[in-house]
């Protein structure tokens, strides 16, 4: 509808930044899992390597995106976490490939996070008065 603006819950943002951050928790022992053979999943590195499917990618897209585009740590966030998704695919490739060894290395290696925290730390006292502010 033209000419009306979105109104949200105090806090909102913020629940829904807290709950797709907690959500990505834990990737590496479902990892882990499909490396040694104990998951039923079999994840496909192409799917994997999209930033858009998880709760953290579809929040950075959807509500994230309405609030925070302009902001410089939003997008250092949004690059961060399209990096970590291109990271977390080559652990099921090399799995795919039977490079177990290689695969636990990649998982050894670790999330790119500092912009996660670095994001909530500055955007979260602000996301419940609906602005982003250095």
Known sequence: MAGRTSRRRPGAC????????????PWKGR???????????????AVVARDDQCPLGKWLHREGRQQFQRHSLFVELVDHHAEFH??????????????????????ARGPHAPAS?????????????GRASA
Do not use: K, Y
């Open 14 to 25: 913020r629940a829904g930044f807290r709950v797709a951050i907690n959500a990505r928790i």
């Open 31 to 45: 990892s882990r899992e499909v490396i040694d053979g104990t998951s039923r999943e079999r994840p496909d590195p």
């Open 86 to 107: 291109v990271h977390a695919a080559s652990v099921p490739d090399q799995v795919r490939h039977g490079r177990m060894r290689e695969a636990l290395q990649v998982l």
């Open 117 to 129: 925290g670095r994001f909530s730390r500055t955007c979260w006292p602000n996301c419940s008065r």
